[in-house]
């Protein structure tokens, strides 16, 4: 199978998973909101739950796409399968010590990130006291995603995407089923989460061990002697991980910090407006719903094809994958991102509007999300270009491009904020997140060389056309004619269709040949 059609499959397989996923998300959201809306304990929820979030993105796909699988694919490629399951144990074993000590650090010092992390909600001490409660009773959940995150590494290397890619599903239906159980309980909602945590891990077992995985088993320290943590970090790969995510954990702290600051300012209602963080929170879950079904879907797909191809001397393979990756996130993303800015509020409306979320709260979410949308096709690139430097073992210039972009977002979002209240944040986060990308794409050009950087340019203005009529229909059915938001969604994705083959775009025959020898 070509890496095109391999890329195309995998993401399917992930894409699909995700769409499970998102929706039991907007599900799990239109409970929250149903029971919660904008107010005290939506805020301190959100909070409560960004911090295991902020090390799931590290320890979790941070620390599976940048270290575990370049190194554990190159283990499965040239070393023997007993050496592969070898390192697979001892990884297992340094994981749990680390995630152990993290745990328990974050329950111990919970009082304190939460006053750094929303200084707004000291002046609300019933909103203070909620947040610092679901804090450390969600902290557990890091040391479950950490191990979910191994055994995701492990068979995304060995080229199996199924059990990892339906696991957040579960979280999501776990979430739903406390949430009903105790209406109107904040307290359920964490609860959810931690027996979400060990459902997710409990899928991902009986597919390692059918793999060949035994756990706690060692060539080179015995087996069932026990561990030597020290020894473990010496190991050759081990190692090797360790210097590829060290710079990873730099990002991923640039990452957070952004959100952070997002969270701190978005605490500031006398500023921003009241429920500036809630609304920041469900106009972002709709703006990942796209992105994770294809960009971050196609991004993981390619990254175990890119490392091997980074492998091959000349690295025109790799270049391929890279210009096809880019053109096919182009493709998906830009007519979302426009159809998102058109049908911000109806989406926000019909999704969320019922219960304590009143017209308000629709308002102010709907102008977040219309300019989270315009950076929508930027992060979606970002993941594929992240995903290429982590292929060449190149983990530094993805933080460096990230802190310079950070530094831009900061100073954007204090600016933009006052004008334009939570809305200014979002707007911050695409501008800043649109740099990052073209910055992250010269910077790539420059290390391997020419990228086919005309024919990504010639495809994303093809798209662009195509998605602009798609955007001029979705308005007019939806404004001036009236028409049912799933009827005006159908509609649009018809004229895009229909716009598409007219301007001969490549992407989108790509797609239909693969899907035609697959039926």
């Not at 699988?69 to 040239?78: A, K, M, R, W």
């Not at 304190?112 to 001490?125: H, T, Y």
């Not at 991902?204 to 706690?216: D, H, I, M, R, Y």
């Not at 102008?367 to 315009?374: E, K, N, T, W």
Request: hydrophobic residues 55%; charged residues 15%; positive net charge.
């Amino acid at each position: 199978m070509s890496s095109r059609k391999h890329i195309i499959k995998s993401a399917g397989i992930i894409g699909s998973a995700t769409v499970v996923s998102r929706v039991l998300g907007f599900v799990r959201d239109i409970l929250i909101a149903r029971f919660f809306g904008t107010a005290r304990y939506a805020q301190a929820f959100v909070v409560a739950f960004r911090i295991p979030n902020m090390l799931r993105d590290l320890i979790g796909e941070g620390a599976t796409n940048a270290a575990f699988v370049p190194v554990l694919s190159e283990y499965f490629e040239t070393k023997k399968r007993e050496d592969f399951w070898h390192l697979a144990n001892v990884l297992l074993n340094v994981l749990l010590i680390a995630l152990a000590i993290v745990t328990l650090l974050g329950v111990a010092f919970a009082p304190v990130i939460v006053r750094l992390i929303a200084p707004g909600f000291i002046n609300d001490p019933e909103k203070l006291k909620v947040t610092i409660y679901l804090t450390r009773f969600m902290f557990p959940y890091i040391l479950l995603v950490g191990l979910l995150a191994y055994s995701m590494g492990v068979l995304n290397s060995l080229k199996h995407f199924s059990a990892p890619a339906f696991a957040p599903a579960i979280l999501n239906l776990s979430i739903i089923i406390c949430a009903l159980t105790r209406q109107g309980s904040v307290s359920a909602l964490a609860t959810g989460v931690l027996v979400g945590g060990v459902l997710q891990l409990a899928v991902q077992v009986p597919v390692l061990f059918s793999k060949g995985f035994t756990p706690f088993q060692t060539k080179k320290f015995g087996t069932g002697h026990g561990f030597n943590f020290a020894s473990g970090l010496y190991h050759k790969a081990v190692k090797k991980i360790g210097i590829l995510l060290v710079p990873r954990i730099l990002g991923s702290c640039v990452y957070q910090i952004n959100i952070f600051v997002n969270t701190m300012l978005a605490s500031f209602s006398h500023i921003v407006g009241a429920g500036g963080v809630a609304a920041l929170y469900y106009a972002n879950r709709i703006f990942q719903f796209p992105l994770a079904i294809f960009g971050i879907a196609i991004a993981q797909a390619a990254l175990p094809t890119m490392s091997r191809e980074a492998l091959e001397s000349g690295l025109s393979k790799l270049k391929e994958t890279l210009s096809f990756s880019l053109r096919a996130v182009n493709f998906i993303m830009l007519p979302a991102s426009l159809g998102l800015i058109v049908l911000a509020r109806p989406i926000t409306s019909t999704l969320f509007e019922r219960g304590m979320f009143g017209s308000y709260s629709t308002s102010i979410t709907a102008g977040a999300l219309v300019f989270y949308s315009i950076g929508l096709f930027s992060y979606a690139g970002i993941k594929i270009l992240v995903s290429c430097f982590y292929s060449l073992k190149d983990t530094l210039t993805p933080v460096k491009i990230a802190s310079i972009s950070l530094i831009l977002n900061i100073a954007l979002s204090i600016a933009l904020m006052f004008p334009l209240k939570i809305s200014g944040l979002a707007l911050a986060t695409s501008i800043s997140g649109s740099f990052n990308f073209l910055l992250l794409f010269f910077l790539l050009r420059k290390k391997i060389g020419a990228l086919d950087g005309m024919k990504i340019l010639g495809s994303f203005l093809k798209v662009l056309l195509a998605s602009v009529f798609m955007a001029a229909i979705v308005y007019f059915t939806a404004y001036r004619v009236g028409l049912n938001l799933c009827l005006v969604i159908l509609i649009g994705i018809l004229s895009y269709i229909m716009a598409v083959f007219l301007l001969d775009i490549k992407e989108a025959r790509e797609f239909l040949k693969w899907a035609l020898k697959k039926s």
